[in-house]
């Protein structure tokens, strides 16, 4: 199993998280808290199920913000992809399995399968290396790796083995080579004491000679049969182990034409991998170059030119320098209607001064009087009424003065200014604001006229001669009919001066009003007969200059906006064209990289290349299952003879069986009679003595007969047991020994040269010295433990590949040691995956192999 990916729905810290594993050799790096632990409990969890409250000592990793309590793991096996999925649940959590080969759903019984018998406590000792207990190490044994290792694949190894150590114990407590207090130790030091004293005791006389010659011949008989008994169930303890290797050979004989020639360049996981990213790749480009084409074709069904388009198009240049002109056109506009205006309100203004002089509106406005006529005018009105015969009797001089109301000047300057100010500029909103101020200064002049008292200095001499009526009559027809006051009372010819002053003030601005408005009008005029070539498609019915331009404006706006969005329909074809050549570009290359792909395999076609590389598959576990088994069988030691069945070795255990029972009942018989001349070889003994010896020696010989054969049943199935579970376990136990002294000597920087496993372990140090394990520091008996650890995570590794976690496992390591143990690392990473988390990361390692915590 290869971990590829973590995807984290909410596990202590870790809420909604994504975290990609490097192979083979993934290093995760992050401070206290920053959640490693957390991570290799969510590992163990997802593989093996969540843990009660009972049985997590840490606690459960519940999240605290109510996210979903679980996550998956996206893995590899035997070249396939799987994602396992486990959330809250009974039993350990729900679980949801996945063949991401095939796209389809398996069942957690598939899943229990894959990963069987490991479970998290096999796990934990096999494949996972933190907190090092060292009461628990220093506890370790030979046999205590060996049940371990033999726990893994054999059903009921913990009772065999069990039943193996019982056994031992039963055995050591009958016999110890340099035992005393052994029962069968004691009976054999009793037995030789009693032959001593029956050697002493006995007497020398012809019949005890001769019984005592026919107990020895029968004692070498005896002999003689237990020796053949002894080969007979030797030879049958050889059929049995044979009947057990019988069907490596077998397969052994099956794989015998399976050879490392049949494997083929090109069809391992990679080129797998590359023959599917390219078929992802082409049926991407193919399924996208569907759609864009669609998209093009719908398109180009919706885009067509309308005349409007076609006629702005061909007239855009004329139309742009045109549209250009319009904010120059727009200020003229604003003058042509505030000129309007002003005349509208000049004729108003003449129409009402020209009522207050007379009633008649066809009166001519009567002419200005110049200052002589107009005391010419003042003396004859005054003569006139004095003409009943008073004469002026004051010879002094006198000055007359006279109110005249003229336009305030001052206030029309400034209007003026500001007013042609305004013109000056073509910004809209500051030149109606100046057409706006000027209007009103000019107003406020023309309504408010100032007044002036001109003082006429009079003769205070008296006329030469007093007027009469006819000839003042006379001289005032004369001056109305000069001056137009034909329809004017003369008493009103004085007081209407100002106002026919004020009238022809109005009538001289009015006609350069006018002139500027012919003049600005015929301007407008020639702009708009510009427009006369768009008839068909610009109608200017506004009356108002301004809407005018404004409708040109909208009109013109309205036609970009539709050659806009015919451009930008024209580009988004070109884009879509584009993009159909890159996409065909894109499919030829990766047809061309797959056609290149299958002509390197000689293959033609996705499904030749899947039967070759199943077949190449089925080949290279063929050849790893032919090395398994011929190793299996050198660790037997056993020979498989050729041709040998089954039922024949049966049938020559059954022989053999047979045999050694005929023996064995010769043994008895021959035994029996030895026992019976033992007695009457004891009845010729005149002592008494003798005869209880020879009793007792008799018994005492029963008893070690009986012990040994109860030695010999004991140590023989104990030691059968152990070679059956060795044959089941694929003889791991020699390899990982190796394997571990090896990663010791690389972990210790070739300090320690040896490790010796029996009862209890201990290591041998380069100078040859000797320590047990008690005596190793904590960081050696770390690196120890290690070792272990790996050799039996790689001896796993080709029948149960899963990950190595390592959780700050270097901590007690100086920096040297822990650069060996990273070393090593990369060394077993090549076997199966690594994946080491630690707080400190001051070693020499590749950078791109660290996950930093702190970066998530």
Do not use: C
Not at 190 to 203: S, T
Not at 360 to 372: A, E, G, K, T
Not at 726 to 748: C, E, H, S, V, W
């Amino acid at each position: 199993m290869i971990i590829e990916r973590l995807v984290i729905y909410g596990y202590g810290k870790w809420v909604d998280q994504s975290i990609q594993v490097k192979q083979p050799l993934q290093i995760v790096y992050g401070p206290n808290e920053a959640g490693k632990s957390t991570l290799v409990d969510f590992i163990k969890s997802i593989l093996f199920g969540f843990q009660t409250k009972r049985q997590a000592v840490h606690g459960q990793y519940i999240p605290k913000n109510h996210s979903t309590y679980g996550g998956e793991i996206w893995f590899s096996e035997s070249g396939r992809h799987y994602k396992i999925v486990r959330t809250q649940g009974t039993h350990g959590g729900d679980i949801k399995f996945y063949d991401l080969e095939h796209g389809r759903e398996l069942t957690a019984a598939d899943f229990q399968q894959l990963i069987s018998p490991i479970d998290r406590q096999t796990y934990n000792q096999l494949f996972y290396f933190g907190d090092v207990n060292q009461s628990e190490v220093y506890k370790l044994g030979e046999m205590d790796l060996r049940r371990r290792i033999q726990q893994i694949g054999v059903a009921g190894a913990n009772q065999w083995i069990d039943l193996q150590n019982e056994l031992e114990k039963q055995s050591q407590e009958l016999y110890a080579p340099r035992g005393r207090k052994k029962a069968l130790n004691a009976q054999l030091r009793d037995y030789d004491k009693l032959v001593g004293q029956v050697e002493d005791a006995k007497h020398a006389f012809p019949k005890y000679q001769r019984i005592q010659a026919e107990i020895d011949q029968l004692s070498k008989k005896l002999q003689e049969l237990q020796d053949k008994l002894l080969a007979g169930q030797k030879k049958a303890q050889q059929q049995r182990e044979l009947l057990t290797s019988l069907p490596l050979a077998t397969e052994l004989q099956k794989l015998s034409r399976v050879s490392q020639s049949d494997i083929k360049d090109g069809f391992q996981d990679h080129g797998r991998i590359v023959l599917s990213r390219l078929t992802i790749a082409l049926d991407n480009h193919q399924k996208e170059l569907k759609q864009v084409k669609a998209k093009l074709k719908q398109l180009s069904d919706n885009q067509f030119e309308t005349p409007v388009q076609k006629f702005y198009q061909a007239n855009k240049r004329q139309i742009d320098e045109l549209i250009n002109q319009l904010a120059t056109q727009r200020d003229l506009a604003t003058r042509i209607e505030f000129l309007t205006n002003q005349q509208h309100e000049n004729d108003t203004t003449l129409t009402r001064l020209v009522h207050s002089i007379s009633s008649n509106p066809l009166i001519r406005v009567p002419r200005l009087f110049d200052d002589q006529t107009y005391h010419r005018v003042s003396d004859l009105l005054r003569q006139r009424q004095g003409a009943s015969g008073q004469t002026t009797r004051q010879s002094t001089r006198q000055r007359v003065q006279r109110s005249v109301n003229r336009p305030n000047m001052p206030f029309f300057v400034i209007g003026a200014l500001i007013f042609v100010g305004s013109l000056a500029i073509h910004q809209t909103m500051a030149s109606w604001l100046g057409y706006f101020i000027g209007i009103m200064v000019l107003g406020w002049g023309w309504l408010h006229p100032k007044r002036e008292v001109s003082t006429i200095q009079q003769s205070s001499q008296s006329p030469k001669h007093d007027w009469t009526f006819d000839e003042i009559d006379q001289q005032l027809n004369q001056i109305r009919s000069k001056f137009d006051l034909s329809d004017i009372n003369e008493d009103r010819w004085l007081s209407i001066q100002p106002t026919i002053r004020q009238i022809k003030g109005i009538q001289a601005d009015q006609a350069k009003v006018m002139t500027q408005l012919n003049n600005d009008q015929g301007k407008l005029q020639m702009y708009l007969d510009s427009w006369q070539f768009t008839q068909d498609w610009l109608t200017i019915s506004a009356d108002q200059p301004t809407e005018q331009l404004n409708q040109i404006e909208q009109a013109v706006f309205h036609w970009r906006r539709l050659l806009d969005d015919y451009q930008n329909e024209k580009k988004k074809v070109e884009i879509y064209q584009e993009m159909i050549t890159n996409l065909t570009d894109k499919i030829k290359q990766v047809t061309l990289s797959k056609q290149t792909f299958f002509q390197q395999r000689g293959v033609t076609n996705d499904a030749e290349f899947n039967q070759l590389m199943a077949d190449q598959q089925k080949i290279r576990r063929n050849l790893t299952r032919k090395t398994e088994v011929e190793q299996q069988l050198r660790v037997s030691k056993v020979m498989v003879p050729a041709g040998m069945t089954e039922i024949d070795v049966h049938h020559q255990i059954d022989n053999l069986n047979n045999q050694n029972n005929r023996y064995q009942q010769l043994i008895n018989e021959k035994s029996q009679r030895r026992s019976e001349l033992n007695i009457q070889l004891n009845d010729l003994v005149q002592n008494g003595r003798y005869y209880d010896l020879r009793q007792t020696l008799a018994n005492q010989q029963t008893e070690i007969i009986n012990s040994v054969h109860r030695y010999l049943a004991l140590k023989l199935s104990s030691d059968w047991i152990q070679t059956v579970l060795n044959i089941a376990t694929k003889g791991r136990l020699p390899k990982m020994l190796g394997l571990a002294k090896k990663y010791f000597q690389i972990l210790t920087n070739q300090h320690y040269r040896d490790i010796i496993f029996e009862d209890r372990i201990s290591v041998v140090r380069s100078d040859d010295v000797h320590f047990v394990i008690e005596e190793l520091s904590k960081g050696t008996l770390e690196q120890l433990y290690l070792s272990l650890i790996f050799s039996m995570a790689v001896g796993f590794s080709s029948q149960y590949p899963m990950p190595i976690i390592i959780d700050d496992g270097f901590a007690n390591f100086d920096q040297q040691r822990r650069q060996a143990a990273y070393e090593m690392l990369k060394q077993v990473s090549q076997q199966t995956q690594v994946i080491y988390f630690s707080a400190n990361l001051n070693l020499e390692v590749d950078k791109s192999l660290v996950l930093n915590l702190n970066k998530l």
